[in-house]
């Protein structure tokens, strides 16, 4: 079965400095994909970024990217030069086989960024 | 381009009342999902539709949710009776196919049920 750990329940980092938040994931399936999205007190999530499991190169969107580790199975996402505005859960996320775009989600990881 | 909407934003209820949730997805998005996040968890699928019809309802607790979602465009998911353990916030999300496309969510439904 599909599932998704992210071990870090809080993380906080200093304004205008990077972070990594943690994602591994198990599947059987060679083909599979992988998201982040992030989740402001407000409630939506919104869409970060998107890697595919036969994608050669890491994704970047702006100030995210993705660390990519095939072998190890991991996901991490990495916020550049953070903002106060970064500061929200943020979810890993993969796609379950079977075509029918179902997400598979993690616990999530509540990232503080201070001034 | 209008998000996902869905109403009402926030509910309290006692256990064994019933409760319904309704979300208008993004014109054209023939893919609709109902997600249920409790707590200090991330969302967990309940239900998909494609179109008006069920794709996946594997995790949906038949005996006490419901979900329809009639003409393909907006869809209810009604609890009756309703538990302590339903107390969550509810997501729809929806996307333009049910394939590899993205899913766009709303702001969700926060259920108390006490």
């Known amino acids: 079965a599909q599932k998704i750990t992210q071990t870090q329940p809080g993380m906080f980092v200093q304004e205008k400095e990077a972070v990594t938040l943690d994602c591994t994931y198990d599947?059987?399936?060679?083909?599979?994909?992988l998201f982040w999205y992030k989740q402001p007190s407000s409630g939506e999530m919104i869409f970060l970024i998107y890697q595919g499991s036969y994608d050669q190169q890491n994704a970047t969107e702006g100030r995210y990217s993705l660390n990519f580790q095939k072998a190890r199975k991991s996901a991490n996402l990495v916020i550049s030069a953070s903002q106060l505005g970064d500061s929200a859960m943020y979810f890993c996320?993969?796609?379950?086989?079977?075509?029918?775009?179902?997400?598979?989600f993690g616990a999530g990881t509540r990232l503080a960024v201070h001034p | 381009e209008a998000g996902v909407a869905q109403s009402p934003r926030y509910k309290i209820i006692e256990k064994r009342q019933s409760v319904a949730f309704w979300c208008n997805p993004i014109s054209g998005h023939a893919t609709l999902y109902w997600y249920q996040q409790i707590l200090g968890q991330g969302p967990k699928l309940l239900i998909q539709f494609q179109n008006n019809g069920v794709v996946d309802d594997s995790q949906l607790p038949k005996d006490r949710f419901s979900a329809e979602r009639l003409k393909g465009v907006d869809s209810t998911l009604k609890i009756q009776p309703a538990k302590l353990e339903d107390s969550a916030v509810y997501l729809c999300?929806?996307?333009?196919?049910?394939?590899?496309?993205?899913?766009?969510f709303g702001p969700g439904t926060r259920l108390t049920v006490t």
């Open positions: 996320a993969m796609r379950a086989p079977g075509g029918y775009n179902k997400l598979i």
């Open positions: 999300a929806s996307s333009l196919s049910g394939g590899y496309s993205e899913q766009y």
């Open positions: 599947t059987s399936d060679p083909s599979y994909g």
